[in-house]
Nanobody
Framework: VQLQESGPGLVKPSQTLSLTCTVSVGSITTNYYYWNWIRQPPGKGLEWMGT???????YLSPSLKSRTSISRDNAKNTVWLQMNSLEPEDTAVYYC?????????????WGQGTQVTVSS
């Protein structure tokens, strides 16, 4: 599984962020594949933002649920993150992350991350 994030880099406060995760070497609809968005603000730890499963079911962090959505395009093998009402505190490196599960264990894959800065 190979993951590549892309996005605007710089966003103004109150605007909406849209990030794309392009998946190669694997299909986003393959059973037991889970696609996550995780971010890391400067000087802080990793924060799970949400997941879209192979089935299409989404799970969102309660703290971000009100302004975050995750969706996908099966034909393009792409997962999207959208977050509105951005604040400077949303400045972070945003990662696309994949979990691949079998009966016994999971394997994890990371994209290289994309820096998002929220500033006027």
């Amino acid at each position: 599984v190979q993951l590549q994030e892309s996005g605007p880099g710089l966003v103004k406060p109150s605007q909406t962020l849209s990030l794309t995760c392009t998946v190669s070497v694997g299909s986003i609809t393959t059973n037991y594949y889970y696609w996550n968005w995780i971010r890391q603000p400067p000087g802080k730890g990793l924060e799970w933002m949400g997941t879209i499963a192979y089935s299409g079911v989404t799970y969102l962090s309660p703290s971000l649920k009100s302004r975050t959505s995750i969706s996908r395009d099966n034909a393009k093998n792409t997962v999207w993150l959208q977050m509105n009402s951005l604040e400077p505190e949303d400045t972070a490196v945003y990662y696309c992350h994949a979990e691949v599960w079998d009966l016994y264990s999971g394997t994890y894959y990371w994209g290289q991350g994309t820096q998002v800065t929220v500033s006027s």
